[in-house]
């Protein structure tokens, strides 16, 4: 974990990053585990989860909704076309290639960014696009990545 300049942030992101991976915690879970006194860990988890970043049930603490309400925000505002754009027109420029970006879904996958090619060879692809898994370059790369228990 990082440490930077501000603990408070310091020992609350532990704490998010311990009870996201569990799922859930209890107080002495996350006490015994996250290193901090007892009296920091529990004025910590009173404000999370007054502030909604932590809630309790029946005992444990679960991260709050809110990270799921500032997720979508995070996702709404994210470009991630722009962040690839770099890495595709490398790649094309290099490969001399048209090169695309794009996702698995379910048994298909959908391009999501395309970068064409400088030469005479048209690939017949765009964004949005399904395409089939077995019969080309980019759906064999993302079944390569699948895990090998095909999930």
Not at 22 to 30: H, L, R, V
Request: charged residues 20%; proline residues 2%; positive net charge.
């Amino acid at each position: 974990m990082i440490a930077t300049k501000t603990p408070a942030i310091d020992k609350a992101a532990r704490i998010f990053h311990f009870i996201a991976g569990k799922g859930s915690a209890t107080y002495s879970e996350i006490h015994q585990n996250v290193g901090l006194p007892q009296s920091t860990t529990s004025a910590l988890l009173a404000s999370l989860t007054t502030h909604a970043f932590l809630r309790q049930k029946n005992g444990r603490y679960y991260l709050g909704l809110i990270f799921y309400e500032l997720g979508n925000k995070a996702i709404q505002d994210f470009d991630f076309r722009e962040l690839a754009e770099e890495s595709l027109v490398f790649l094309r420029d290099r490969t001399r290639l048209a090169c695309h970006l794009g996702v698995l879904d379910g048994s298909t996958g959908i391009y999501l960014a395309k970068k064409e090619s400088q030469n005479a060879i048209i690939v017949r692809s765009w964004t949005g696009k399904r395409l089939s898994l077995h019969s080309s370059s980019l759906g064999k790369v993302l079944l390569a990545w699948l895990p090998e228990d095909g999930t």
